[in-house]
């Protein structure tokens, strides 16, 4: 059973860090691609990043470009979502999903499925 875990999430000053982890079990995450997603009250769940698998690509939105940065420990079956000079509109939780086929959109929601259960990202002074 495909099962994804979010963790690191927390309250940040505008401009700090956070790192999120993405713990998957039930499967090796080092062969499927794994999307970041997010979603601030009132809004739609977005896309944020996404990694590949075989070729390790990545792709962000361009909200994150230059900011966040995606990677996968394969041996540990996480992917990282590290996040630098955050801003208070980068507030929301984050989740973490797989394609579920594989014909996918790397940052539309529709083309994934398993989420996670989220963790939380406040950016406030």
């Known amino acids: 059973q495909v099962q994804l875990v979010e963790s690191g999430g927390g309250l940040v000053q505008p401009g700090g860090s956070l790192r999120l982890s993405c713990a998957a079990s039930?499967?090796?995450?080092?062969?499927?691609?794994i999307g970041w997603f997010r979603q601030a009250p009132g809004k739609e769940r977005e896309g944020v990043s996404c990694?590949?698998?075989?070729?390790?690509?990545?792709y962000y939105a361009e909200a994150v470009r230059g900011r966040f940065t995606i990677s996968r420990d394969n041996a540990k079956n996480t992917v990282y979502l590290q996040m630098n000079s955050l801003k208070p509109e980068d507030t929301a939780v984050y989740y973490c999903?797989?394609?579920?086929?594989?014909?996918?959109?790397?940052?539309?929601?529709?083309?994934?499925?398993?989420w996670g259960q989220g963790t939380q990202v406040t950016v406030s002074s």
């Open positions: 990694i590949g698998s075989s070729d390790a690509s990545t």
């Open positions: 039930g499967f090796s995450s080092g062969y499927y691609p």
């Open positions: 999903a797989v394609p579920t086929g594989s014909d996918y959109n790397c940052l539309e929601k529709a083309d994934f499925g398993s």
